[in-house]
């Protein structure tokens, strides 16, 4: 039972660049999250899926887009990398919006 | 839009020492508070898990408290030792999930 895996761990960009993060989960969680992390910014959410078919934007959705490809697996994907996208990026996965988030790893992105 | 604030940023405190850390939220309309621990280069763990109807819950030296009319929670950690060291994020969910900035606690031997 691995919880909730990313892919990469590290990641070098150069502007403009394009690139997808990976996430999966095999706890069967209905919903999943993608966060990114910033010094002194908090987590914020960038995309959800409530459930397998679904997505929705959180509070810094530009210049990313997701896809739920099965119940298992949420990726994230940049189309073109800047510099303010720089930053650590978590998935996460819970089973219903009232029970405990699970993170991944994380992704540790860099856009020159 | 919700926001989340934790106070304090930084925490140092000697070994053993019992300690309380705060999180505050604008909006009520939340269905539960999580309390998560995150240490350095790692993803988050999840601590505790307060329903909206819950006034606290327990996990060994750790209790966490949710007072929903005054939009705050606090997270007290008992004889704290240096394995605690680490940062403490709470995060709210409504709609979404909002988080707070953490309080970086360093509890020194």
């Known amino acids: 039972n691995a919880g909730v895996t990313q892919t990469p761990k590290f990641q070098v960009l150069k502007t403009g660049q394009s690139m997808t993060l990976q996430c999966a989960q095999d706890?069967?969680?209905?919903?999943m999250y993608w966060y990114r992390q910033d010094p002194g910014m908090g987590l914020r959410l960038i995309y959800y899926?409530?459930?397998?078919?679904?997505?929705d934007k959180g509070e810094v959705p530009n210049g990313y887009n997701v896809s739920r490809l099965n119940k298992r697996e949420f990726s994230l994907r940049l189309e073109s990398a800047a510099p303010s996208q720089t930053s650590v990026y978590f998935c996460a996965s819970t089973r219903a919006v009232e029970a405990r988030q699970f993170f991944g790893p994380g992704t540790r992105l860099t856009v020159l | 839009k919700q926001e989340v604030t934790q106070i304090p940023a930084a925490l140092s405190v000697p070994e053993g020492e019992n300690l309380v850390l705060n999180c505050s939220f604008t909006?009520?309309?939340?269905?539960?508070l999580q309390w998560f621990r995150q240490d350095p280069g790692k993803g988050l763990t999840s601590l505790l898990l307060?329903?909206?109807?819950?006034r606290e819950q327990t996990s060994g030296r750790l209790n966490a408290s949710l007072d929903k009319s005054s939009g705050r929670s606090t997270l007290y950690i008992a004889a704290s030792q240096p394995g605690d060291s680490a940062t403490y994020l709470c995060?709210?969910?409504?709609?979404?999930?909002?988080f707070g900035t953490g309080t970086s606690l360093t509890v020194i031997p």
């Open positions: 899926s409530a459930s397998e078919g679904t997505t």
């Open positions: 995060a709210v969910s409504g709609n979404q999930f909002y």
């Open positions: 909006d009520s309309a939340i269905y539960n």
């Open positions: 307060i329903q909206s109807s819950q």
């Open positions: 706890m069967n969680h209905n919903s």
